[in-house]
C-alpha cells in the first residue's frame, strides 16, 4: 500500500494496488462502482469478464502500453477505484508525454479525490510523462469524459461513461481543466425521414462517384468485411488528434465485439468499385439488459442480450469513418442517409449518435442536418504533471 496524506483528512486515505493475484482486490475493483451507483436508472456497467482481462493485462491494449488498476481506500473501506495508463504507442506516434486515467469512481469525497490525484502525478511523474488526462481509455472505442451535463438520460451501453453531478466539482476542485467536450445527439425517427429532393442528391452522389452500398445480410458477410472497417479507420481518421492506428491484435478484438453487438443490416459500407471507402456503424440498444446483467456475462444474460437486440427500437450510431477525398464529395452525407433508411425499415423509435468530439466538423454538421438534439456531453479534463 502507498499511504498519502490528503489536507484535512482525519482517517487515513490509501491507495491499494489491484494484482492480477489478489481475487479480493478485483473483486472489490469489479464491486466498488455497484455500490456508487446502486439505484441508479442510467448507469451501465462493464462486464466483470472485461474488467479482469484489463486487470490482468490480457487486454490488447498491453501489447504495446503499460498500465495499473487501483483502489481508493478511506481506512478500511473501499471509496473508490481508477486505472491509470501509459498509452506508449500513443505518445510515440502523436509526439506526446500523456498519461490517462480511467475507470474512475469514487464516492462524493473530496479527500479521496485527492488521494487519487496525489498518486496518480507521482505514478506519471516516475515515468517521465507530462500530462495527466481523462477520463481516457484504450482507443476511440471506448466511452470518454466525464459526464457534465445530461444526468437524466442513460449511458449508451458501454460506450459512453455515466457519472452522478457531483463528479464534474469534485474532479475540477482538484484542478483539473477542460482539455475536449464530447456531445451525444438524440435522433428522433419523425426527423430524420429525408425529403425527396435529399434522396435525388443522394442518388446523384452514387452515380457520380460510381459509389454503391452493399446490403450485408448474414454474420460472415459481417465478419468478411469488418476487416476492411477496421483498416479504413485507420486511414480515415489519421488527421484526428486522438488517433493512433489499431494493431492486429486491436482488429481482431475489434472484430470479435462487433460479432457480439452487431446486426449485420446495421452495418453500412461504401465502395467505389470494389474499394471500401467508408463505413457507419449503428447497434441495437442494449442497455437495459447490460444493466440488468449486472456486470455478469453467464448464459442468462447471454440469452437475455439476445432477446432485448430482436426486441428493442432504439439504436446507437457509434462509429464513422470515410477516407479524406471523398469527405466532401457527398460521401458522408451518403453513409447517413442509408443508415437512415436501414433504422426506419426497423421500426426505430429513436436513434443516438454517440460522443461526437466538438471539433469534427463534419460529424457535427451530419448531426444538424439528421434534426439531431444534443442530450449528452461528456469533458476529457487535463492537469500538467
Known amino acids: ?19 492480477p493475484a489478489d481475487r479480493t482486490a478485483i473483486r472489490e475493483f469489479c464491486a466498488v462502482s455497484k455500490r456508487i451507483y446502486a439505484g441508479s436508472q442510467h448507469w451501465v456497467p462493464w462486464f466483470d469478464r472485461g474488467l479482469k482481462k484489463v486487470i490482468a493485462r490480457r487486454h490488447s491494449f498491453f501489447t504495446h502500453s503499460d498500465g495499473d488498476c487501483f483502489l481508493i481506500r478511506r481506512g478500511a473501506e473501499t471509496v473508490g477505484r481508477f486505472a491509470l495508463l501509459e498509452p506508449k504507442r500513443f505518445n510515440e506516434y502523436r509526439g506526446t508525454r500523456d498519461a490517462r486515467f480511467y475507470f474512475f469512481d469514487v464516492e462524493d469525497d473530496a479527500a479521496a ?28 472505442f471506448t466511452g470518454a469524459g466525464i459526464l457534465i451535463d445530461g444526468y437524466d438520460r442513460s449511458a449508451a451501453m458501454t460506450m459512453m461513461n455515466y457519472h452522478h453531478p457531483y463528479y464534474r466539482s469534485l474532479i475540477e476542485s482538484v484542478g483539473f481543466t477542460k482539455y475536449k467536450d464530447f456531445v451525444s445527439a438524440e435522433l428522433v425517427a419523425a426527423a430524420f425521414t429525408p425529403s425527396e429532393k435529399q434522396q435525388r442528391v443522394m442518388d446523384l452522389v452514387r452515380r457520380r462517384n460510381r459509389f454503391t452500398v ?26 484526428h488528434e486522438e488517433f493512433v492506428p489499431m494493431t492486429e ?27 471500401l471507402v467508408g463505413f457507419i456503424l449503428a447497434f441495437p440498444d442494449l442497455t437495459r439488459a447490460l444493466q440488468r446483467a449486472g456486470g455478469r456475462l453467464g448464459p442468462l444474460q447471454l440469452l437475455d442480450i439476445l432477446r432485448e437486440k430482436r426486441r428493442t427500437r432504439t439504436f446507437i450510431i457509434n462509429g464513422v469513418g470515410i ?63
Open 1 to 19: 500500500m502507498i499511504p498519502l496524506n490528503p489536507p484535512a483528512a482525519s482517517t487515513a486515505y490509501t491507495i491499494h494496488p489491484v494484482s
Open 323 to 385: 477516407l479524406p477525398e471523398y469527405r466532401n464529395q457527398g460521401g458522408t452525407a451518403l453513409l447517413f442517409s442509408t443508415i437512415e433508411t436501414a433504422l426506419r425499415d426497423r421500426g426505430v423509435i429513436t436513434a443516438e449518435m454517440t460522443q461526437i468530439a466538438e471539433t469534427t466538423e463534419l460529424m457535427l454538421a451530419a448531426m444538424h442536418d439528421l434534426g439531431g438534439r444534443v442530450y449528452k456531453t461528456h469533458r476529457i479534463y487535463q492537469m500538467p504533471v
Open 249 to 275: 491484435t486491436e482488429l481482431s478484438e475489434l472484430v470479435e465485439d462487433l460479432m457480439l453487438v452487431s446486426d449485420p443490416g446495421l452495418v453500412k459500407v461504401i465502395r467505389r468499385d470494389d474499394a
Open 214 to 239: 452493399p446490403d450485408l445480410t448474414s454474420k460472415q458477410q459481417l465478419r468478411e468485411v469488418a476487416r476492411e472497417v477496421g483498416r479504413i479507420y485507420n486511414e480515415s481518421w489519421e488527421d
Open 113 to 140: 479525490v485527492s488521494a487519487f490525484i496525489a498518486h496518480a502525478r507521482s505514478w506519471a511523474a516516475n515515468r517521465g510523462l507530462t500530462r495527466l488526462i481523462g477520463p481516457q481509455g484504450f482507443s476511440g
